[in-house]
């Protein structure tokens, strides 16, 4: 067992305010911190990388005061680059792009670490694990799509829970220091068998705010309620 899995006997999770009211964010929050998930996920998104829009880094930024909770700022964009240093001024602490948008991945890995802030790659459902091979050393998080990025509500594509293994045995043969983060189609019918494959941090969406009792979701997302 990793070092990673031996500190975190359950998987953290990340509610993504993508599936929020947009016209209540501060009560989304408030609604994540409340629950017991320790992450807030920050899907940002440029209407051409992705079919959608979503917000940029001021609503990090305001929302920041609101909550003590990890900000997991995941940019659907192109050329990530241009908003790395604006997200990590208003509060993330990761910053995620993905391996499809950015020639110079290892440069702005790097980049997002000197602005103090852990930095993560993520691969669309059709991108292997072996198309970021040079960079695990580098990487902080590593954010498996288990859906086509761009609308929530999706349904996980159960191909996807083998990068997820692949990575977790990479991890463990080579002593990296990664965490796996899986974001799509995450409810109660699929968590066990992310959890399964080797997921540290379960992204979460329509699921999280669509329900009644979202404690109580939230224990079941980890494995710890039946």
Known sequence: MSIIKTIMKHPLIAPSVLSADFSHFADAVADIDASGAEWVHLDVMDGKFVPNL???????????????AVFDVHLMVYEPEHLAAAFAHAGADYITFHAEAVVHAHRLLMVIRQLGKKAGISLVPSTPVSGIAELLPFADLVLVMTVDPGFGGQELIPSCLEKIKTLARIREQRKYGYVISVDGGIHESTAALVREAGADVLVTGSAFFNAPDKAALVRRLKGMDP
């Open 54 to 68: 979503t917000f940029g880094p001021k609503l990090a930024a305001d929302l920041r005061s609101q909550s003590a």
